[in-house]
């Protein structure tokens, strides 16, 4: 059993959920992050310059993304980019106030983010192609 296993087999049920949970939000901000960066390698035209055909071609190659997954991330960023007030929100951790416990509440994954973004552009008119 590698170290890792070993030490995280050896937490609690409750400090192993802790942990989960924490892992889980580091994944969902390095997925935010990574969203923006396909965006500005498609706005900078840096898989051209890889020798790459498009941006999914490029993640597919360099990131091991599959393409359904980049055209996701990029449908975000987008939307994102015309909504600052919910972008900067997303950034400063909105949604994530502690509750009567102590423990965070309202996590924001990238699921749900995409849901969010989905219905509030739908709920202004906006179709597919917006987001």
Known sequence: MSCL???????????????????????AGA???LAFCLL???RNQTH??????SVVSYAERFLELAPHKTMELLRIAR?????????QART????RQGGRDGRK????????W??????????????GSWL
Do not use: Y
């Open 31 to 33: 997925e935010w992050e």
């Open 114 to 127: 995409a849901v969010f973004s989905t219905r509030l552009a739908s709920s202004h008119g906006r179709t």
């Open 40 to 42: 500005a390698i498609e």
């Open 79 to 87: 939307s994102l980019e015309h909504l600052p007030l919910l972008s």
């Open 5 to 27: 296993l070993s030490d995280l087999v050896a937490l609690s049920s409750d400090e192993l959920h802790q942990h989960t949970q924490g892992v889980n939000e580091k994944r």
């Open 105 to 112: 509440t309202g996590r924001w994954d990238g699921l749900m």
């Open 92 to 95: 400063n951790s909105f949604g």
């Open 48 to 53: 051209a310059e890889l020798n790459c055909s």
